[in-house]
């Protein structure tokens, strides 16, 4: 599914490193860092929806197209390639996903955490931001203040071109995924809408909701 985006002490300890709060620390990428993740089919915490656990880490650095990057794995697997610049998050796709955009796509923008929203266009295909920030969030039993969520909707390139955005088929409105950032953690929550599978930016690709947890 889409569309993307990448510390103090995490709570519940998903996170290994510590640092003070930051414009960076809304995706803290160091090194090191592992996020770990229930991934569910559907919307809902539902443990009988559970399909997977799965693991986030940053490795080191990567050059693409002269830009410097820290590789994200996924199961020990490349993932994305992120980097952060002036607040500014950014993201690329590093695996063989043929429907996933390789370009460079802004993600997060952490310096205008509320109200914030920008449109790119990546080939047949153009994402929608719009960023709102949360005096608080709970999720997967914990709850973080100053939570930025980031609504992204995809829109396909028409023949007269024009953008249609995807639907939602069960709802009938337009399709869109939601991503939570909470303040020296990360990406604590993900909904992508399964229209959005083939376009994950985040999300392991069967999967419709993923929730921090803790790595065991």
């Known amino acids: 599914m889409f569309t993307f985006l990448l510390a103090v002490a995490l709570m519940g300890g998903s996170c290994k490193k510590e640092k003070t709060a930051s414009p960076a620390s809304y995706f803290p990428l160091e090194e090191g860092m592992e996020w770990c993740y229930k991934s569910y089919n559907g919307d809902t915490e539902d443990e009988e929806a559970l399909i997977a656990k799965v693991s986030w880490n940053i490795l080191g650095d990567t050059l693409i197209e002269g830009k410097t990057y820290l590789q994200l794995t996924m199961g020990g697997y490349p993932f994305k390639a992120l980097r952060e610049e002036n607040g500014n998050f950014y993201k690329r796709k590093v695996t063989g996903f043929s429907s996933t955009t390789s370009e460079e796509l802004l993600f997060l923008k952490t310096t205008q955490p509320d109200g914030a929203a920008w449109e790119q266009v990546a080939g047949n295909y153009k994402y929608e931001f719009a960023q709102t920030l949360l005096p608080q969030f709970a999720s997967g039993g914990q709850t973080w203040k100053n939570v930025i969520e980031v609504k992204v909707t995809i829109a396909f390139k028409q023949p007269?071109?024009?953008?249609?955005?995807?639907?939602?088929?069960?709802?009938?409105?337009?399709?869109?995924?939601?991503?939570?950032?909470?303040?020296?953690?990360?990406?604590?929550?993900?909904?992508?809408?399964?229209?959005?599978?083939?376009f994950s930016e985040f999300a392991y690709t069967v999967s419709n909701f993923m929730v921090l947890s803790d790595c065991m």
């Open 160 to 198: 007269d071109g024009t953008f249609e955005p995807f639907p939602d088929h069960l709802t009938g409105t337009v399709a869109y995924a939601r991503y939570y950032f909470a303040p020296g953690t990360g990406v604590v929550q993900v909904y992508e809408p399964p229209v959005f599978n083939q």
